[in-house]
C-alpha cells in the first residue's frame, strides 16, 4: 500500500531534550516536505526536500533541522525542543517538485513541556 | 507577500445544505491550487486541485471548484452536504516552475454538518 508513515504519532518532552521525528515514503516520491498545523493557523512549511542531498527552508524553519540521505526517508529533528514548537506535525510526499499532490502521514503530536 | 486566505473559520450547515467555502490567494505568477480535506483524526487527503485549463474542477464526493483568475479566488463548493462531509478544509496555493516547491496553505475552514 502507497503510504507516508511517521513515527512516533505522540510524542511528550521536556525542553531542551533532542529529539527526531521519522518520516518514510514508498512511493519513490522525489519531493518530501515537513508541515506543522497549529489552531487558527493552517498548516505551514518547515522544510522541504526536492531530491536526495537537496533541502530548502520554508516558512518557518527556526529550531528545527532536517536531512535526506535516502529517497524514501526525511527525519525532521528537534535540537533543543521549546514550547512553542508544540503542535501537530505532518510530513508529506510528491512525485515531482511539489506541484503535483501531496500524500500526507498520520501526523504526529508533539508536546514539549 | 504570498498567502492564501480563507475567510470563514467555521461554517456550521444542515444536511442537504449548499456549501460555499471561500479561497483567495495572493501569489505572484501562474500557480496551481488545491483543496484538501482533514476528516476527525485523520490526515489530508486531496479533494480537486487546478493546475491549468478548464477553470470549474470537479473532485471527489460531489465536489468542485472554480478558479477565478481576475478575482484570485478558488472557491469550494458542493450543491448539497451530508453529515460525513464533517470536516477542515484547506485551501493550498503554489507556483509553477522554479516556484513550485514552496506551498502555501490557508488556516483551514472547519465544516460542521447538522444531521
Known amino acids: 500500500e502507497a503510504q507516508v508513515t511517521q513515527n512516533p504519532r505522540y510524542l511528550i518532552t521536556v525542553t531542551g531534550k533532542k529529539l527526531t521525528v521519522t518520516c518514510s515514503q514508498n512511493m519513490n516520491h522525489e519531493y518530501m516536505s515537513w508541515y506543522r498545523q497549529d489552531p487558527g493557523l493552517g498548516l505551514r512549511q518547515i522544510y522541504y526536500s526536492m531530491n536526495v542531498e537537496v533541502t530548502d527552508k520554508g516558512d518557518v524553519p527556526e529550531g528545527y533541522k532536517v536531512s535526506r540521505k535516502e529517497k524514501r526517508n526525511f527525519p525532521l529533528i528537534l535540537e533543543s525542543p521549546s514550547p512553542n514548537q508544540t503542535s501537530l506535525y505532518f510530513c508529506?510526499?510528491?512525485?515531482?517538485?511539489?506541484?503535483?499532490?501531496?500524500?500526507f502521514g498520520p501526523g504526529t503530536r508533539l508536546t514539549v513541556l | 507577500a504570498q498567502s492564501v486566505s480563507q475567510h470563514n473559520h467555521h461554517v456550521i450547515l444542515s444536511e442537504a445544505a449548499s456549501l460555499e467555502l471561500g479561497c483567495n490567494y495572493s501569489y505572484g505568477g501562474t500557480v496551481n491550487l488545491f483543496w484538501y480535506v482533514q476528516y476527525p483524526g485523520q490526515h489530508l487527503q486531496l479533494l480537486l486541485k487546478?493546475?491549468?485549463?478548464?477553470?470549474l474542477v470537479k473532485g471527489i464526493k460531489g465536489f468542485e471548484a472554480e478558479f477565478i483568475k481576475s478575482k484570485f479566488s478558488f472557491n469550494l463548493r458542493k450543491p448539497s452536504v451530508q453529515w460525513s462531509d464533517t470536516a477542515e478544509y484547506f485551501c493550498?496555493?503554489?507556483?509553477?516552475?522554479?516556484?513550485?516547491?514552496?506551498?502555501?496553505f490557508g488556516s483551514g475552514t472547519r465544516l460542521s454538518i447538522r444531521p
Open positions: 508529506a510526499s510528491s512525485p515531482p517538485s511539489g506541484a503535483d499532490t501531496q500524500y
Open positions: 487546478y493546475f491549468s485549463g478548464d477553470p
Open positions: 493550498a496555493v503554489n507556483g509553477q516552475g522554479s516556484s513550485a516547491s514552496k506551498i502555501i
